[in-house]
């Protein structure tokens, strides 16, 4: 107790020392930040993005397929599900806490899917509230048994993992395995839905539009409160950079299928957590919590409410993605949500940069992480070698990536002592 009080002046500094950095203004004050921040050890998603690059470029040399729009496509697609569960993970992750259960728990709400849409005929929606209450349920189980008793994330959700695994293969049933219907608009939005080329690009428009418009209002916040803010020059260069960006992302997978209504699901479930994370009360008492969690009591945060929301978070989005595989698959079965579920959406959030010691990460790790694990995937799929070499590769990626977060931490650590 007594340690962690005594970081709390060192903490401080540093999140002024940051805020100072984000003030600077002008594309030479911006850029003399990002050396800043990069001197004191905060790399962001560069070391990610770097290794993505290199990743791609390997794998294409290997296989002119890869890169192709077709296949690029399977690839956003088969992220969609897990990555929707590392967004769970990423939460929870940054209150250092941990759930190991998420596989279990989207395996859980595949069979609920299942049973309800098929054995007992519910309409859509119901099947789709009742998952989406299941994993609140659960997740609000496991911060209650945190907060009231103690017990450890790590015990509470390895039970859990066990439980629910358990009950996933008693509601299967004998069969062990149930096919949901080709006509089902479950298995039409993960399989065959994708968004019309006018669409598409119409998004992309819009999602410029959106960058602007909440770095102007942000900005003029910041000036009505006198302090410093970003340029009108650097709102409009960000939100032009975005949209070439993703207008060539865009005009490419266009070139094949197109973009899946389920990887677009995906992307606003991070946007609507980004903007929670850094934008809310919420937000910013997670991040607190993460940080120091004695401090943040200090502070006035309710920490047990945090940690409960966080759970629920995590265990909601896992029954999502459970929802989702489900219907990605066709079926339902005592495999759903076993095997490298659980390991790839707790990789993906690491990988993408979500610190495991708490306080540090934000939604887009989970888009990072998971596009890094899918590559490696598909690449060494398409280069005939099985699934060893690929958990090897995974495995190199995240203690990397781990690594990193390590050595991160000790520099900004010293860097705020000095």
């Not at 077709?70 to 769970?88: F, Q």
């Not at 993992?161 to 298995?187: C, E, R, T």
């Not at 659980?342 to 993906?348: G, W």
């Amino acid at each position: 107790m007594k340690n962690k009080t005594q970081t709390a002046p060192a903490s401080l500094a540093m999140d002024l020392q940051d805020e100072r950095l984000q003030d600077r203004t002008g594309l030479k004050g911006q850029f003399q930040a990002f050396l800043d921040r990069t001197r004191s050890g905060d790399l962001g998603v560069l070391p990610v993005i770097g290794g993505l690059i290199v990743i791609w470029a390997v794998l294409q040399a290997l296989n002119p397929i890869f890169l192709s729009p077709a296949n690029l496509v399977n690839l956003t697609m088969e992220s969609s599900a897990v990555g929707i569960i590392a967004l769970g993970i990423v939460s929870v992750l940054l209150v250092a806490q941990i759930d190991l259960s998420v596989g279990s728990v989207s395996g859980l709400a595949a069979a609920v899917v299942a049973v309800t849409s098929v054995n007992m005929g519910w309409p859509v929606w119901l099947v789709i509230l009742t998952t989406v209450a299941l994993g609140a349920a659960i997740g609000w189980i496991y911060g209650q048994i945190f907060n009231r008793f103690g017990v450890p994330s790590f015990v509470i959700t390895l039970a859990g993992l066990l439980g629910f695994l358990g009950l996933q293969l008693y509601i299967l049933g004998a069969k062990g395995s149930i096919n949901l219907p080709f006509d089902s608009p479950l298995v039409y939005f993960a399989q065959l839905a994708f968004v019309p080329i006018w669409l598409s690009y119409v998004l992309v428009a819009g999602a410029a539009a959106a960058l602007f418009a909440t770095d102007y209002f942000h900005s003029r916040a910041r000036r009505s409160a006198g302090l410093s803010a970003m340029s009108m020059q650097n709102i409009a260069l960000r939100a032009i950079l975005l949209l070439v960006v993703l207008g060539v992302a865009v005009s490419y997978l266009n070139q094949s299928r197109g973009v899946g209504w389920m990887f677009i699901f995906f992307i606003a479930l991070t946007l609507i957590l980004n903007y929670l994370l850094k934008r809310t009360k919420w937000g910013r008492s997670v991040y607190a919590v993460g940080g120091n969690p004695e401090a943040a009591r200090r502070a006035g945060i309710n920490v047990k409410v945090i940690y409960t929301s966080v759970f629920i978070t995590c265990s909601t989005l896992a029954a999502v993605g459970g929802l989702l595989g489900a219907a990605r698959l066709a079926a339902a079965n005592q495999g759903s949500g076993t095997g490298d579920v659980n390991l790839n959406a707790i990789a993906a959030a690491v990988i993408g940069g979500t610190s495991l010691f708490g306080g540090r990460g934000s939604a887009f790790a989970a888009i990072l992480g998971i596009i890094v694990i899918q590559s490696i995937s598909s690449g060494l799929t398409l280069l005939n070698l099985d699934s060893s070499f690929r958990f090897m590769v995974t495995g190199v990626v995240l203690l990397l990536a781990v690594t990193l977060d390590s050595v991160s931490r000790r520099s900004r650590s010293s860097h705020g002592r000095a």
